[in-house]
Nanobody
Framework: QVHLVESGGGLVQAGDSLRLSCAAS????????MGWFRQAPGKERELVAA????????SYAGSVKGRFTISRDNAKNTVYLQMNMLKPEDTAVYYC?????WGTGIYNYWGQGTQVTVSS
């Protein structure tokens, strides 16, 4: 069982930066694909970024490409999402999640989420 806890959310202004962290416990995440999702009020949850266990395969949603960077430190059992040039439309609850395989399969483990609010 993997337990995920997100942190680092908050209220910022447009153009600011935030760094989200996702700390894992219970099992090492070094063999897992890790993803960051977000869900805004009234919208479906969307995948923002994903990274494979070797940090070789990385993908981003088009809306965040060039502004967000996903990274991981397997020694610390932690995944990060650096968010720069934030926009009001980035406002959402951000979740990290873990799964076994890249590309296919569902995310098996989820954190409780952290709120990010970007004011204009």
């Amino acid at each position: 069982q993997v337990h995920l806890v997100e942190s680092g959310g908050g209220l910022v202004q447009a153009g600011d930066s935030l760094r989200l962290s996702c700390a894992a416990s219970g099992r090492t995440i070094s063999n897992y694909v890790m993803g960051w999702f977000r869900q805004a009020p009234g919208k479906e949850r969307e995948l923002v970024a994903a990274i494979d266990w070797r940090s070789v395969l990385i993908s981003y949603a088009g809306s965040v490409k060039g502004r967000f960077t996903i990274s991981r430190d397997n020694a610390k059992n932690t995944v990060y999402l650096q968010m720069n040039m934030l926009k009001p439309e980035d406002t959402a609850v951000y979740y990290c999640a873990a799964k076994i395989t890249w590309g296919t399969g569902i995310y098996n483990y989820w954190g409780q989420g952290t709120q990010v609010t970007v004011s204009s």
